[in-house]
């Protein structure tokens, strides 16, 4: 009887272990976020937007955020167009990369034009706001140095932010070709937001 419940003990015990190794091995990979690439390519954006001269003007400093912005998420696809083993991140970063750069233009094409006119504090404040919870956010994420995973990880808080700054435009800007720009954004980026949740929670353990 003695014999036969250590038997059983001893099963269970390495029932026990193999699980735990198991579950070693399915468990989610991170890496620094100073040795990843994607998010190297974040906080140096974010530097950026963080020294740029404000006008006060909600269209102008919006259309050269948002420029900023672009500029980050189009370096962000090229490396996943470049280096990414997924099909279907990779055409969604292409893309990226076609859409962005046509509405650089429509930015630049703006700013070539335009002085400021108007000054708003409360829109600067928010801005500002957004910006640091962005960089927040960022470095709260889980990176796991699979660069598919990693740039719809990254890409998603990426596109909120840009959803936030396209709304506010909205609500306080003026410029009606901007606003047309601001609705497009915001669509169409929370649709792919919607497209990068789902890849991600089909292949986050993959």
């Known amino acids: 009887m003695k014999t036969t419940f250590k038997t059983l003990m001893l099963l269970a015990l390495l029932g026990f272990t193999a699980a735990c190794s198991d579950d070693d091995d399915d468990a989610l990979k ?32 919006y259309a050269e955020m948002m420029k900023m912005h672009h500029m980050g998420a189009i370096e962000m696809a090229e490396l996943e167009v470049k280096s990414g083993t997924n099909s279907e ?25 335009s002085t400021p006119t108007t000054m708003n504090m409360e829109f600067h404040m928010q801005m500002m706001e957004g910006m640091n919870r962005m960089g927040k956010q960022a470095d709260l994420q889980i990176i796991t140095g699979n660069i598919d995973q990693d740039f719809a990880t990254l890409m998603i808080g990426h596109h909120q932010s840009a959803t936030e700054m396209a709304q506010m435009q909205l609500l306080m800007g003026k410029n009606t070709q901007l606003k047309s720009l601001s609705t497009m954004i915001v669509e169409e980026q929370n649709k792919e937001i919607a497209q990068f949740q789902t890849w991600l929670l089909a292949n986050r353990s993959k």
């Open 30 to 61: 991170i890496q620094a976020h100073d040795q990843n690439q994607m998010m190297t390519v974040m906080h140096d954006m974010m530097a950026e937007m963080e020294t740029m001269k404000m006008t006060q003007d909600p269209d102008i400093d």
């Open 89 to 113: 991140m990779k055409t969604m970063a292409q893309a990226i990369v076609d859409a962005q750069k046509k509405e650089i233009t429509q930015l630049d094409s703006f700013l070539a034009t």
